[in-house]
């Protein structure tokens, strides 16, 4: 099974910053990098596909990049709505495997 | 509007069986493959089984195969997943995910709002 790595695990950050989070595949896994936000109690909604592919009506603020087997996702200007747990997801292979998530807390 | 609503969750013994569901509308069935993924309270994403969107093909986590059976009938625009010889550890929010595909290896572009499944003596 493709290990998926994600840092930081948990962040603190004020609205404005500009955040990244990290997600390292144990292999080779091209392009196939997905990003979803979930927000408590909700269920996870995606926000970049195929690594760096904008999913429709998501703010252009969010952006992501990589291939092979590191990867990067990118708030630009965090916004009060953005505070929410992040997760990358491999689907190159099945399994699929997802990162252990990043929690994006108001500093 | 794309949506998915799952049902049947509940309360279950360790070693029951129970059905979890999920009704698709909104979107051409037959072209998306679909999956379940679950969260255990306070925890991360565990995707659990896939089924292609003519349903001739699945796949299943090693945490839950041989326990757990995927199936999706076309002609309802159902998904649903069979849970049996349930333990202490299947006990989570059960999310059925449509891909953006009808075959694997695609991102989950849709989720449902979940059911849960608490597995307790």
């Known amino acids: 099974d493709i290990q998926m790595t994600q840092s930081p695990s948990s962040l603190s950050a004020s609205v404005g910053d500009r955040v990244t989070i990290t997600c390292q595949a144990s292999?080779?896994?091209?392009?196939?990098l997905n990003w979803y936000q979930q927000k408590p109690g909700k269920a996870p909604k995606l926000l970049i596909f195929?690594?760096?592919s904008l999913e429709t009506g998501v703010p252009s603020r969010f952006s992501g990049s990589g291939s092979g087997t590191d990867f990067s996702f990118t708030i630009s200007r965090l916004q009060p709505e953005d505070f929410a747990t992040y997760y990358c997801?491999?689907?190159?292979?099945?399994?699929?495997?997802f990162g252990q998530g990043t929690r994006l807390e108001i500093k | 509007e794309v949506q998915l609503l799952e049902s049947g969750g509940g309360f279950v013994q360790p070693g029951g069986s129970l059905r979890v569901s999920c009704a698709a509308s909104?979107?051409?069935?037959?072209?998306?493959?679909m999956n379940w993924v679950r969260q255990a309270p306070g925890k991360g994403l565990e995707w659990v089984s896939g089924?292609?969107?003519?349903?001739?093909?699945?796949d299943y986590a090693d945490s839950v195969k041989g326990r757990f059976t995927i199936s999706r009938d076309n002609s309802k625009n159902m998904v649903y997943l069979d849970l049996s010889s349930l333990r202490a550890e299947d006990t989570a929010m059960y999310f059925c995910?449509?891909?953006?595909?009808?075959?694997?290896?695609?991102?989950?572009?849709?989720w449902g709002h979940g059911t849960m499944v608490t597995v307790s003596a």
């Open positions: 995910a449509k891909e953006g595909g009808s075959y694997f290896l695609n991102s989950f572009d849709m």
């Open positions: 909104g979107f051409t069935f037959t072209s998306s493959a």
């Open positions: 089924i292609t969107g003519s349903g001739t093909t699945t």
């Open positions: 292999e080779d896994i091209s392009i196939f």
């Open positions: 195929d690594a760096s």
């Open positions: 997801h491999q689907s190159h292979n099945l399994p699929y495997t």
